[in-house]
């Protein structure tokens, strides 16, 4: 598991390093698919070319 306290001997970057992880990933909250379902058709659906 990726620490994030202040007691962890190893910076984020360098955990996400040696566990070949992005660190874009620790930091992504998901959304939650009640919120999705819930946008308009246009905001979800490809604009046609």
Aim: hydrophobic share 40%; net charge positive; glycine share 8%.
């Amino acid at each position: 598991m990726i620490g994030r306290g202040r007691e962890d001997k190893l910076s984020i970057t360098r955990q996400c390093e040696i566990f070949d992880l992005n660190r874009s990933g620790i930091y992504y909250k998901p959304v939650p698919l009640s919120e999705i379902m819930g946008m308009p058709k246009a905001a979800v659906l490809p604009v046609p070319v």
